[in-house]
């Protein structure tokens, strides 16, 4: 025996090692596949609230602002979410390295599959809504957390500049309508051809949104388009009857019918 053998024996025989059951490698092995599953469902999470803050903006109201695009885009960016992607990223990485085979796969291939792999299921968790949930519990439980409602309300509160929201008080037809805004300040709205988008109730009590230009000596505002306050999932812009919709005024006929609503 030679002398690299006999030492090896000899500090065994020291620490008093003994071998370790299968049963004990197994168990480790599947806790971190568990631990592993767990950082990428955290990273769909993380997903889930990035499509739903991207799909829920309205990019093109950048110019009403005064502000560039990338300036407005800087604002809006989900910066909490993307290092909460990042960091599970990294530990599901983590955790796979550390399974018996983890040491075959490539690196920069595993955080790109685990990614990609976040990706499928937070496109599911955005479309069932879950999302929209995350983003507002999260916004109530943890301080200086800025949600997506907090900038739209910000954003929207800006008559002065052509931008206006609140909910409807009286219709009377299509150009023609009263609403209250996020101040509880009422507003006579009225245009000409006033485009309303899809996904909007026209209806007493419905929260919208308004571009157009403020007539302040009349309390008026004279609207070019009405928007849905909700993004209404626009990736799933196929409308179906819902029937616990309340009926209201629709949107193209300027008819008093049950309305059409889009999958929310």
């Not at 005064?66 to 809006?76: D, E, Q, V």
């Not at 409807?168 to 805004?181: L, T």
């Not at 309390?219 to 306050?229: G, T």
């Not at 999932?233 to 309340?246: G, L, M, Q, S, W």
Request: with cysteine.
């Amino acid at each position: 025996m030679n002398d690299k053998a006999s030492n090896i024996l000899k500090n065994i025989a020291e620490k008093k090692i003994r071998p370790k059951s299968r049963w004990v490698f197994l168990a480790q092995d599947y806790l971190i596949w568990i631990f592993f599953g767990l950082t990428s469902l955290f990273g769909a999470l993380a997903i889930s609230v990035i499509i739903f803050v991207i799909n829920d903006n309205d990019w093109d109201i950048y110019k009403y602002l005064s502000k560039s695009f990338w300036a407005y885009f800087l604002i809006l960016i989900p910066y909490f979410w993307i290092i909460i992607l990042g960091l599970f990223s990294f530990l599901a990485y983590f955790n796979y390295k550390h399974t018996r085979k983890g040491y075959l796969l490539n690196p920069y291939v595993m955080i790109l599959g685990s990614i990609f792999a976040s990706l499928i299921m937070g496109w599911a968790l955005f479309a069932v809504g879950a999302s929209e949930k995350i983003d507002k519990a999260f916004a109530q439980k943890i301080p200086y957390y800025k949600n997506t409602e907090m900038h739209k309300l910000a954003f929207w509160s800006n008559p002065d500049k052509g931008l206006m929201a609140g909910r409807i008080i009286e219709i009377k037809d299509r150009d023609n309508f009263s609403i209250s805004d996020l101040n509880s300040r009422e507003w006579q709205v009225n245009g000409k051809n006033i485009i309303w988008e899809n996904g909007v109730q026209m209806k007493a009590g419905e929260k919208i949104k308004i571009i157009g230009k403020m007539n302040e000596k009349n309390n008026a505002f004279l609207a070019q388009e009405v928007r849905p306050w909700g993004c209404g999932h626009k990736f799933y812009n196929k409308a179906v009857k819902n029937n616990t919709c309340d009926k209201g005024m629709d949107s193209k006929t300027g008819k008093n019918e049950p309305s059409t609503c889009l999958v929310k």
